[in-house]
């Protein structure tokens, strides 16, 4: 068989299958160079951030445990991140600090981590990350 048949032979199924593999080709190179864009640019959303001081820290303890114990920070600053229309609309109340004691078995000094409960609409972005929490009295 001479070249030219190769060429030749079914020339346009040939021609057809040459189509398709660059149509293909050029689809996947498109959708990478999309995704690449897409994380290249950052996503402008509609957040704002607020600062809440003085955000009271409460202790969390089981009913079990009757000791008594002192937290340092007794407040602390909370930075939350939202919609700002819906952030304007937040309040201090609404925002509440913690740390759990629970598993704090018989130490009389140590640190737990400062925890933040707010609305599902809000994140918080910046919190102190630990409290200094003492034992003031025994349990019974």
């Known amino acids: 068989m001479a070249y030219r048949d190769y060429i030749l032979h079914n020339f ?13 080709w050029l689809t996947i190179e498109t959708a990478f160079k999309k995704e690449e864009t897409l994380r290249e640019t950052p996503v402008v959303t509609g957040t704002s951030s607020r600062s ?11 009913s079990a445990n009757t000791g008594r ?4 920070p ?4 909370v930075e939350v991140s939202g919609k700002p229309e819906e952030l304007e609309k937040l309040q201090v109340q609404d925002i509440k600090a913690y740390v759990d004691v629970t598993d704090s078995d018989d130490e009389m000094r140590f640190r737990k981590t400062i925890q933040v409960q707010m609305p ?6 910046a919190v102190p990350p630990t409290a200094s929490v003492e034992r003031t009295s025994n349990p019974r």
């Open 52 to 62: 809440f001081p003085l955000v009271a820290v409460t202790l969390l303890s089981s």
């Open 12 to 24: 346009w199924w040939k021609l057809l299958s040459l189509l398709l593999a660059a149509l293909t």
């Open 120 to 125: 599902k609409d809000f994140k918080a972005v």
């Open 69 to 72: 114990y002192t937290v340092m």
């Open 74 to 77: 007794q407040a602390v600053t």
